[in-house]
């Protein structure tokens, strides 16, 4: 009898710590940390890839800011633009502050999305004024600008901008290295505006408005005396005109066909050699049989 309780009695004994061990053990495991229980910080500084996304909801600024350089480096210019944008507000009063505002607004820039650049640009430039990045933003604000600015058949308001863009930081920064290249800029966006004020005053003209041509033209004239269209615009009003007197009633048909010859000398004192001259002269010639015919003064 003592020895069968004395065997179970040591059988009991070893079966205890074995448990403890192995329920130990089980802990252990347990509450062991997996890449699931790991920080973003923690995943990254053990090597691990981590989402952009994930860096952000980490709420770590100095990992989102750090995170941003990195991608700003390797040129992955649509993640650095969400990591500086996502550290923004961590920032604001610190010494940080204009160099995010200005990184989240180049990685815009050179993602190509230029609407939301010269947002960020316009608000960089109005803000830091005296920042070390001013000269450079407001480079690329000019430069967002001359990219979303439409071709000549389309409206120019951007156009215009542009061009105010670019005549300013000329006259702020002269001695920029961007001078002569923006000088270049404002040459072919000029351009496009002359052609822009040709079409809109042709539109007149194709629809047989001709009053209206006639004032378009003269306008856009006065506005660009030195447009590549300046032959064929003083063509347009000369045939305008002489189609308005044509289809004039008897009361008005005077004072139109000498309209008619005005425009007609016009044109002949700068192009005497036009291919339009032959056309032009049937024109003049009616307006002077009718003035003739009249004893209308010339």
């Known amino acids: 009898m003592l020895c069968s309780i004395f065997i179970v009695g040591t059988a009991f004994a070893q079966s205890e710590p074995t448990a403890n061990v192995a329920t130990k053990q089980a802990k252990r495991k347990q509450f062991k940390p997996t890449a699931l229980d790991m920080t973003a910080r923690e995943r990254i500084e053990a090597g691990k890839r981590v989402s952009v996304h994930k860096v952000i909801k980490s709420s770590d600024p100095d990992l989102i800011y750090s995170e941003g350089l990195k991608y700003y480096g390797r040129?992955?210019?649509?993640?650095?633009?969400?990591?500086?944008?996502?550290?923004?507000?961590?920032?604001?009063g610190n010494m940080q502050e204009d160099s995010i505002a200005f990184f989240a607004a180049r990685s815009r820039f050179k993602e190509r999305d230029y609407a939301e650049a010269t947002t960020r640009l316009d608000e960089f430039r109005r803000k830091y004024g005296r920042s070390v990045f001013i000269e450079e933003a407001e480079g690329m604000l000019a430069m967002c600008n001359y990219y979303l600015a439409p071709d000549a058949t389309r409206d120019q308001t951007i156009t215009a901008e542009a061009i105010v863009a670019f005549s300013e930081f000329i006259e702020r920064y002269p001695n920029s290295k961007r001078v002569e290249v923006f000088k270049d800029l404002i040459k072919e966006l000029s351009e496009r505006l002359k052609k822009k004020a040709y079409l809109n005053a042709y539109t007149y003209y194709k629809i047989q408005r001709y009053k209206s041509a006639v004032i378009a033209l003269r306008n856009a004239l006065k506005l660009y005396p030195d447009t590549p269209y300046r032959e064929e615009m003083l063509y347009l009003i000369t045939v305008s005109n002489y189609r308005l007197a044509h289809n004039s009633i008897a009361e008005k048909q005077g004072e139109r066909y000498l309209q008619v010859l005005d425009s007609y000398y016009s044109f002949i004192n700068e192009y005497p050699e036009s291919k339009h001259r032959k056309e032009l002269e049937r024109y003049t010639k009616e307006a002077k049989d009718y003035l003739d015919k009249n004893n209308i003064a010339k």
């Open 75 to 92: 040129e992955k210019w649509k993640q650095a633009g969400d990591l500086f944008e996502a550290c923004q507000a961590y920032f604001v």
